[in-house]
């Protein structure tokens, strides 16, 4: 059964760069069949679409947040990553990563518990 | 970009009554590549409806989807205690790009 879970710092000061990790367990990195996606929540507003990348390292962002977003994937260890950079307190959220199936048009199929970002001096 | 607006925000309603919720495209929405999910406080979103009107595995059949093109309804037809929650809709497609609706909140009356 495939499982992701978030990590990185809970607490991100402003101008800074967040970082987070999403580990994939039961299923590889590397299939052909998925893109690998971030997505995120501010508290109490809705869902936002960060970017994804596909195994190759192709990578596909949100217009409204490319030029401060870099996502990566580490196949040898199973593992994709974010980076937002020159963060402010509006970009305090719960970050989630998911699974995005070829098959089903890119719908995350699969989610993580989510981890919050908070972004305070 | 296509724009996804949820009305009504909020929907206060009794268990046992049934639930209408709407969501509107800014712009046709390509092979009904239109989700709705679940989220409850503290949880990930869970996926009910995809392709505007296919259950996802194990949601139970008072959920149903409808709707094509720009114009999108998710129907709860007898409110459990466990639907009182936050619902979004969401626009998918052949790119990995997402958009979603601003959500409705189903809060008991």
């Known amino acids: 059964q495939l499982q992701l879970q978030e990590s990185g710092p809970g607490l991100v000061k402003p101008s800074e760069t967040l970082s987070l990790t999403c580990t994939v367990s039961g299923g590889s990195i590397s299939s052909s069949s998925y893109y690998w996606g971030w997505i995120r929540q501010p508290p109490g507003k809705g869902l936002e679409w960060i970017g994804s990348i596909y195994y190759s390292g192709s990578t596909y962002y949100n217009p409204s947040l490319k030029s401060r977003v870099t996502i990566s994937v580490d196949t040898s260890k199973n593992q994709f990553s974010l980076k937002l950079s020159s963060v402010t307190a509006a970009d305090t959220a719960v970050y989630y990563c998911?699974?995005?199936?070829?098959?089903?048009?890119?719908?995350?199929?699969?989610w993580g518990q989510g981890t919050l970002v908070t972004v305070s001096s | 970009e296509i724009v996804l607006t949820q009305s009504p925000g909020t929907l206060s309603l009794s268990p046992g009554e049934r639930a209408t919720l709407s969501c509107r495209a800014s712009?046709?929405?390509?092979?009904?590549?239109l989700a709705w999910y679940q989220q409850k406080p503290g949880q990930a979103p869970r996926l009910l409806i995809y392709?505007?009107?296919s259950r996802a595995t194990g949601i139970p059949d008072r959920f149903s989807g409808s709707g094509s093109g720009t114009d999108f309804t998710l129907t709860i037809s007898r409110l459990e205690p466990e639907d009182f929650a936050v619902y979004y809709c969401?626009?998918?497609?052949?790119?990995?790009?997402?958009?979603f609706g601003g959500g409705t909140k189903v809060e008991i009356k």
């Open positions: 998911a699974r995005q199936p070829l098959y089903s048009s890119s719908l995350p199929m699969e």
């Open positions: 969401q626009q998918y497609g052949s790119s990995p790009g997402l958009t």
């Open positions: 392709g505007a009107s």
């Open positions: 712009q046709s929405v390509s092979s009904s590549y």
